[in-house]
Structure formats: structure tokens, C-alpha cells
């Protein structure tokens, strides 16, 4: 199945962690710096006990990310606190293209590396995953397991229960590596810290005047047939968007749908998800593909009756994000999809909502699952990765570092800025500057220059694990102690939508497959599901739908499915819930 965009990962930490910086190969200061304690001026009785090492670590990151960015690196606020701290100065070196794989190949290829590498997610079904384990059985990179034993944060990976399954298995501790490991995977949450609001998953929203105009009690909306009556009475309300042009009962996904990814519409058929998220599950006491279901067949009925009755955007499933943002802005959509925190980004929703008060969007139902349950299910799971090239010095002092910045002390520092400068502390708790608060909205570049991550910023991020914002810091979002205004909406929508949520952590079926003795074979045709299924929704006439699926089911048989699905099956039995069928996030 498809990514999901890389805008949701990123706000499950409520901000985008990306890297940059300029290549200095030397282990020494940049021109016109110069270390705050340094080897030969003050003894060792002066550093303090978190000094590490009088050098610069040089970053190479696999994101474009530029523009959020200090203006300069070396020597802002925080990270001149940090090189008084631990005598490091990071510097950060980002790609110039999207093409993250190509750029990777050409890099490994180069045999020129920095001092560490970071990718973005790395899952075994990512595009980069092959080329990094190719790297890594190569001999190019270095063994992290002696270097973290004896770190307080890192050494934490070590021990049992800690890692979420996958990133254990697929990523850090794989078996073929023996007692080695040569990735690092960031975005750990400490077992037992509250996790995030958002992990909730995509919901159905209408505009909130509307609702009220027809007098329809939108939290009793349960069902698919109740779904379609709200929609023929939206249309058959005549309502506007601001520009008086007609607007569309049901509107694409707030991020669009470019690629033609069914479940950015999953919303839609919120009580026939079978297989939400992996395409498989059990049918009875059977492990089944969705296309083999009859689930397949009620979501497409359902989409086309839609669109038949003029009820759903025709462009849904190919309507681009720029577009869509824009329709919302103007309130051209009366339902649309979204997360639950999207009307607290800088979105069209948001724009909408401050525009407009009192028509905002809000939560439909909650929606029943194919199950029948209102509670959501969200995969425990990890995200950037890092690796030491075989080439660096000192690679202990690296680690090291990457340890200081994941604890609270460096946390605080590229989270939070300086005390006294950026926030105050108080009972553990952290409290943001007024005129910090203030430029999170009016001058967001202001803080990134300052160093830290508050507004959109990036910087600092290698230390982007073992999260626990609410034991750390009392609080999950930035600066909530000091105004909750920007989430408390997003927090009393969750409340409606997400009475319960359940986090599982195990393996996908794509990641199964990864490896699997015939994967080359049946996973085009496994992806070939979404085609085949936006073919059948558009198609002349439900039979002709019918014939689209049937054709796709027999390549299905043909490419191995039947044997897949009995090792799923065999391996969950084995260990029940390792494989993890469904999630509605």
C-alpha cells in the first residue's frame, strides 16, 4: 500500500524534523568560530560533565531542507550553548532534489561521507531501505551496538520490551547482522509516555453552519446509508461557498489524492475498511486480500452511487493538494476528510476556520468500522534513521552526542531555546516567552534563526528520540502550559472521534513480503490493487467494475496470493497479533 504522506509523521511530533548543513570535512571549527572551551586553553576541570569533544560533526541528510534552517548554524543561540556544553558543532548538509534514493546511491557511490548520514522514514517497504542494507552488508558502516551499551538514552535501545517490534527487527537488530546493527532509528517513544493526539487517524468533517442549518444530529451518523442521506440533503440545501458558486457535498481529502491512493478516501467507507492500511485480514478463520472480499464490492457501489448522484467531487481521486487547500479555504467543500489536528496547522481548514467563524469543520460520527467498533487502531513505530560511515573518527564521540542531544538537557536546548532567553522553568515544567508565543505566529523564521525547532524549525533533531514531551516538559505540544488555544480544538474533536485507541505494535504484511521467496512476483500485482480498484469506481457500469476486479483477482492467483496469505497466516497464529492487519490512522 502507499506511504502515508510524509506531513502526517511529522506532525505526530507536532513540528517537521528535517536536517541541513554546509560540508566541512576538517575536525576543526569553521573559518571565524571558535570552540567555547577548547584542548588547549582550559583543563579538563573546567568543561563540564557533559563535554564530549573539541570537533565538528558533520551531518549529510537525505531531505531537502533549506528553508527551515538557522540563517546560520554555527553560531545562533542554542548552538553556541551546545558547543559550550559538549565542544560540538554540528553542521548539517542537505540534498538539492526530492530523488532522496537516487541521491542516496550517488553518495554511497562517492566513497566521500560525512561524519553521520540521516535519512527520513525507513521501513523495509521504503525505496531507500535496499540501498541502505546493501551499504550496511557491505561493510560501510559502523557497528552501533558497542558505542550505545553504555549510553543513558541510546543503551535504553538494548533492553527488552523497549523498541517498537518492527524498528527491533526490520531496521536495528536484523538477524542477519548477528549481534551487530548499523542503523539508528529515531522517533522512539518511551514505553508508557502519553502519546500523541493525532494517531488517531483521518475522519469525516462538515462545515459546522451546515450541520446547524439542516438540523441534523451529525454524531449519530454511523453508517454508509446514513453518510449518503446527509450528503442528498446538503445537495438538496442549495448551500454556497463564499465566491456564491455551488458547493460539493463531499469534497476530496484535504491533502488531495495525486495519486490515485484509495485510502485517502477510506472515509467514505468507514464501515467496509476490511484490511484498512495493509490490504489483508481474516474473513472468518481465514487470512484474505481485500479483493477477495465482498468489502471490495460495497465500497466500490457505494463511491459510484455517489458520484451518479452528483454527491462526491468527480477529480477525488486526482485532485492535487494545491487545489483542494484552496477549495477549502473557500468553503467549496461541505464534508471533506481530515486529520484530526489539521484545523491547527497552517491549513486550508485553518484559513477557513479564522475567516469564518462559526462554520469551521467538524467531526461526523464517529463512523463504525468493518468491525462494527469506534475505536481506533494506531501501529507503535519509530521513524528517521542514522548511520556512521566506517570513515569517521572517533565514532564513540559521535554516539555520544547523538545521546546528549536525546536527553532531557539537549532536548531542551534544540526544543526550547535557552532559560531565561527563550522560556522559564518551573516545577520541571517548561514555560515559553511571551515574545517567543508571539513569533510562533507573526515571525516563525525569527525562532528557527534563534536555533530551535518551536516554529516549524529543524535544526537539532539527531537527538529526535525516547519522546516523552509530557513527563519531560508537562507538556505534548509547544507552549501549551503557556496558551493551549492552538490544539485545544484539536483535542476536543479527538474526544468525539477517538473514545478509545489501540496501540498495537508488530509487523505489516508489505513488510512480510519484504523478502519473501516471491515478492518480485506478486508485489506489482499486490500494488496494482489501487489502480485497479479507481478503473472499477469510473468504469461504464457495475459489471463492467466487476469484470475489472475479477481480472485483477485472477493476476492475484496467478502471482502467488493464495501462498502469501497462508503465511500470514501461519506466522500469526505462531505469535498472536505480530502481524498487524488493520489500522484506521
Given at each position: 500500500?502507499?506511504?502515508?504522506?510524509?506531513?502526517?509523521?511529522?506532525?505526530?511530533?507536532?513540528?517537521?524534523?528535517?536536517?541541513?548543513?554546509?560540508?566541512?570535512?576538517?575536525?576543526?571549527?569553521?573559518?571565524?568560530?571558535?570552540?567555547?572551551?577548547?584542548?588547549?586553553?582550559?583543563?579538563?576541570?573546567?568543561?563540564?560533565?557533559?563535554?564530549?569533544?573539541?570537533?565538528?560533526?558533520?551531518?549529510?541528510?537525505?531531505?531537502?531542507?533549506?528553508?527551515?534552517?538557522?540563517?546560520?548554524?554555527?553560531?545562533?543561540?542554542?548552538?553556541?550553548e551546545i558547543k559550550k556544553r559538549?565542544?560540538?558543532?554540528?553542521?548539517?548538509?542537505?540534498?538539492?532534489?526530492?530523488?532522496?534514493?537516487?541521491?542516496?546511491?550517488?553518495?554511497?557511490?562517492?566513497?566521500?561521507?560525512?561524519?553521520?548520514?540521516?535519512?527520513?522514514?525507513?521501513?523495509?517497504?521504503?525505496?531507500?531501505?535496499?540501498?541502505?542494507?546493501?551499504?550496511?552488508?557491505?561493510?560501510?558502516?559502523?557497528?552501533?551496538?558497542?558505542?550505545?551499551?553504555?549510553?543513558?538514552?541510546?543503551?535504553?535501545?538494548?533492553?527488552?520490551?523497549?523498541?517498537?517490534?518492527?524498528?527491533?527487527?526490520?531496521?536495528?537488530?536484523?538477524?542477519?547482522?548477528?549481534?551487530?546493527?548499523?542503523?539508528?532509528?529515531?522517533?522512539?517513544?518511551?514505553?508508557?509516555?502519553?502519546?500523541?493526539?493525532?494517531?488517531?487517524?483521518?475522519?469525516?468533517?462538515?462545515?459546522?453552519?451546515?450541520?446547524?442549518?439542516?438540523?441534523?444530529?451529525?454524531?449519530?451518523?454511523?453508517?454508509?446509508?446514513?453518510?449518503?442521506?446527509?450528503?442528498?440533503?446538503?445537495?438538496?440545501?442549495?448551500?454556497?461557498d463564499k465566491n456564491g458558486n455551488?458547493?460539493?457535498?463531499?469534497?476530496?481529502?484535504?491533502?488531495?489524492?495525486?495519486?490515485?491512493?484509495?485510502?485517502?478516501?477510506?472515509?467514505?467507507?468507514?464501515?467496509?475498511?476490511?484490511?484498512?492500511?495493509?490490504?489483508?485480514?481474516?474473513?472468518?478463520?481465514?487470512?484474505?486480500?481485500?479483493?477477495?472480499?465482498?468489502?471490495?464490492?460495497?465500497?466500490?457501489?457505494?463511491?459510484?452511487?455517489?458520484?451518479?448522484?452528483?454527491?462526491?467531487?468527480?477529480?477525488?481521486?486526482?485532485?492535487?493538494?494545491?487545489?483542494?487547500?484552496?477549495?477549502?479555504?473557500?468553503?467549496?467543500?461541505?464534508?471533506?476528510?481530515?486529520?484530526?489536528?489539521?484545523?491547527?496547522?497552517?491549513?486550508?481548514?485553518?484559513?477557513?476556520?479564522?475567516?469564518?467563524?462559526?462554520?469551521?469543520?467538524?467531526p461526523v460520527g464517529p463512523m463504525?468500522?468493518?468491525?462494527?467498533?469506534?475505536?481506533?487502531?494506531?501501529?507503535?513505530?519509530?521513524?528517521?534513521?542514522?548511520?556512521?560511515?566506517?570513515?569517521?573518527?572517533?565514532?564513540?564521540?559521535?554516539?555520544?552526542?547523538?545521546?546528549?542531544?536525546?536527553?532531557?538537557?539537549?532536548?531542551?536546548?534544540?526544543?526550547?531555546?535557552?532559560?531565561?532567553?527563550?522560556?522559564?522553568?518551573?516545577?520541571?515544567?517548561?514555560?515559553?516567552?511571551?515574545?517567543?508565543?508571539?513569533?510562533?505566529?507573526?515571525?516563525?523564521?525569527?525562532?528557527?534563526?534563534?536555533?530551535?525547532?518551536?516554529?516549524?524549525?529543524?535544526?537539532?533533531?539527531?537527538?529526535?528520540?525516547?519522546?516523552?514531551?509530557?513527563?519531560?516538559?508537562?507538556?505534548?505540544?509547544?507552549?501549551?502550559?503557556?496558551?493551549?488555544?492552538?490544539?485545544?480544538?484539536?483535542?476536543?474533536?479527538?474526544?468525539?472521534?477517538?473514545?478509545?485507541?489501540?496501540?498495537?505494535?508488530?509487523?505489516?504484511?508489505?513488510?512480510?513480503?519484504?523478502?519473501?521467496?516471491?515478492?518480485?512476483?506478486?508485489?506489482?500485482?499486490?500494488?496494482?490493487?489501487?489502480?485497479?480498484?479507481?478503473?472499477?469506481?469510473?468504469?461504464?457500469?457495475?459489471?463492467?467494475?466487476?469484470?475489472?476486479?475479477?481480472?485483477?483477482?485472477?493476476?492475484?492467483?496467478?502471482?502467488?496470493?493464495?501462498?502469501?496469505?497462508?503465511?500470514?497466516?501461519?506466522?500469526?497464529?505462531?505469535?498472536?497479533?505480530?502481524?498487524?492487519?488493520?489500522?484506521?490512522?
Amino acid at each position: 500500500m502507499k506511504r502515508l504522506p510524509a506531513l502526517l509523521m511529522v506532525l505526530v511530533l507536532a513540528v517537521s524534523f528535517v536536517f541541513s548543513s554546509c560540508r566541512n570535512r576538517e575536525d576543526k571549527e569553521p573559518d571565524g568560530t571558535k570552540s567555547s572551551v577548547s584542548d588547549t586553553e582550559e583543563g579538563d576541570e573546567k568543561r563540564p560533565d557533559t563535554w564530549i569533544a573539541d570537533r565538528q560533526l558533520s551531518v549529510k541528510v537525505f531531505m531537502m531542507a533549506e528553508n527551515v534552517l538557522p540563517s546560520d548554524q554555527v553560531n545562533n543561540p542554542v548552538a553556541q550553548e551546545i558547543k559550550k556544553r559538549t565542544g560540538i558543532t554540528m553542521v548539517y548538509d542537505t540534498i538539492k532534489t526530492t530523488d532522496e534514493d537516487q541521491e542516496m546511491t550517488l553518495y554511497l557511490a562517492s566513497g566521500d561521507f560525512h561524519d553521520l548520514m540521516l535519512t527520513g522514514t525507513l521501513h523495509t517497504t521504503s525505496p531507500m531501505f535496499p540501498i541502505v542494507i546493501k551499504a550496511a552488508r557491505e561493510g560501510m558502516f559502523t557497528d552501533i551496538v558497542p558505542l550505545i551499551k553504555d549510553t543513558a538514552i541510546l543503551g535504553k535501545y538494548l533492553e527488552k520490551g523497549y523498541l517498537p517490534i518492527q524498528a527491533r527487527d526490520d531496521i536495528i537488530f536484523r538477524e542477519e547482522f548477528g549481534d551487530k546493527a548499523y542503523i539508528l532509528q529515531l522517533g522512539v517513544e518511551r514505553p508508557g509516555s502519553q502519546r500523541a493526539a493525532w494517531i488517531a487517524g483521518i475522519d469525516t468533517y462538515v462545515r459546522e453552519d451546515i450541520a446547524k442549518a439542516l438540523d441534523v444530529d451529525i454524531s449519530q451518523i454511523k453508517t454508509q446509508d446514513q453518510l449518503y442521506e446527509f450528503a442528498k440533503k446538503i445537495k438538496d440545501g442549495n448551500f454556497k461557498d463564499k465566491n456564491g458558486n455551488p458547493l460539493y457535498p463531499i469534497g476530496a481529502h484535504l491533502f488531495g489524492n495525486s495519486d490515485s491512493d484509495p485510502e485517502r478516501m477510506s472515509y467514505l467507507w468507514r464501515n467496509w475498511d476490511f484490511g484498512n492500511r495493509s490490504g489483508f485480514d481474516y474473513d472468518g478463520n481465514v487470512v484474505k486480500h481485500v479483493a477477495f472480499t465482498d468489502y471490495v464490492y460495497k465500497r466500490i457501489g457505494f463511491v459510484r452511487k455517489l458520484l451518479a448522484e452528483g454527491l462526491l467531487h468527480r477529480e477525488a481521486f486526482s485532485i492535487a493538494s494545491t487545489r483542494t487547500q484552496e477549495d477549502i479555504a473557500n468553503g467549496s467543500y461541505a464534508m471533506t476528510s481530515m486529520h484530526v489536528h489539521s484545523q491547527t496547522w497552517d491549513t486550508g481548514a485553518e484559513q477557513w476556520a479564522k475567516e469564518n467563524p462559526g462554520k469551521r469543520y467538524i467531526p461526523v460520527g464517529p463512523m463504525l468500522n468493518y468491525k462494527g467498533e469506534v475505536a481506533r487502531t494506531a501501529k507503535i513505530e519509530a521513524n528517521d534513521c542514522l548511520m556512521i560511515p566506517k570513515t569517521t573518527k572517533n565514532p564513540e564521540e559521535v554516539i555520544k552526542f547523538i545521546d546528549f542531544m536525546a536527553s532531557r538537557e539537549g532536548k531542551l536546548l534544540w526544543q526550547y531555546g535557552l532559560e531565561g532567553k527563550h522560556y522559564e522553568e518551573k516545577d520541571s515544567k517548561i514555560y515559553p516567552k511571551e515574545w517567543v508565543m508571539n513569533d510562533l505566529v507573526e515571525a516563525p523564521k525569527t525562532l528557527i534563526d534563534e536555533g530551535f525547532i518551536a516554529a516549524g524549525g529543524i535544526w537539532g533533531n539527531i537527538g529526535g528520540t525516547d519522546y516523552a514531551p509530557v513527563e519531560d516538559f508537562g507538556q505534548y505540544w509547544f507552549g501549551e502550559l503557556v496558551d493551549n488555544t492552538k490544539w485545544a480544538f484539536g483535542e476536543s474533536l479527538l474526544k468525539i472521534i477517538a473514545p478509545e485507541v489501540k496501540y498495537v505494535s508488530g509487523y505489516a504484511p508489505e513488510g512480510v513480503l519484504q523478502g519473501y521467496e516471491n515478492e518480485m512476483t506478486l508485489k506489482p500485482v499486490i500494488d496494482a490493487f489501487d489502480d485497479a480498484f479507481v478503473k472499477a469506481v469510473f468504469a461504464g457500469s457495475m459489471d463492467e467494475a466487476r469484470d475489472i476486479m475479477e481480472t485483477y483477482k485472477s493476476q492475484l492467483k496467478k502471482a502467488g496470493i493464495d501462498d502469501f496469505c497462508e503465511l500470514l497466516q501461519k506466522q500469526d497464529e505462531k505469535e498472536p497479533g505480530i502481524i498487524i492487519f488493520y489500522l484506521s490512522s
